[in-house]
Structures are given as structure tokens and as C-alpha cells.
């Protein structure tokens, strides 16, 4: 998959997750419509996760897709 450009593209490609720009620019993802369990935490998956840039959150929703397939 190509980096994703705009928050648009980006909600797209992880449609599990609510993607937004906070009042301070900052891009931030949370799961959409569900908990995660103590089992899954530790093995490193995040409820919610922020970013600098579209770059960097793709590459960590990316990371956090591959940790919950590898459970």
C-alpha cells in the first residue's frame, strides 16, 4: 500500500480506527468500536495512537495491523 496522503486516504485505508487532527495539529487514531483486552496490550497493540504527520501514523496503524494479525 502507498503511504496515504490526506486524513481522507488515510481513514480509508484503516477503517477500524477514527482518524483526526487535534486543535494543536497533531493526528491522532483511536479503535473504533471495541476494547482492547489486557492479552492484547501486552503483546503491544494501542487503543489510541498519535503522530506528527499522515507518514508516521500510517506507518504505526500499519505496525499496530500486523501485531494483532501476529496474535
Known amino acids: 500500500m ?3 496522503v490526506i486524513l481522507e486516504d488515510l481513514q ?3 477503517p477500524g480506527w477514527c482518524i483526526w ?3 494543536a495539529g497533531r493526528l491522532w487514531a ?3 468500536g471495541r476494547r482492547l ?3 492484547e496490550i501486552d503483546h503491544g497493540l494501542c487503543q489510541t495512537i498519535d ?3 499522515v507518514a508516521r501514523l500510517a506507518e ?3 505496525a499496530q495491523e500486523a501485531l ?3 496474535l
Do not use: G, V
Request: hydrophobic residues 20%.
Open 2 to 4: 502507498s503511504t496515504p
Open 12 to 14: 480509508a485505508a484503516f
Open 21 to 23: 487532527r487535534s486543535s
Open 30 to 32: 483511536t479503535r473504533n
Open 37 to 39: 483486552s489486557e492479552r
Open 51 to 53: 503522530a506528527d504527520d
Open 60 to 62: 504505526q496503524l500499519r
Open 68 to 70: 494483532e494479525q501476529s
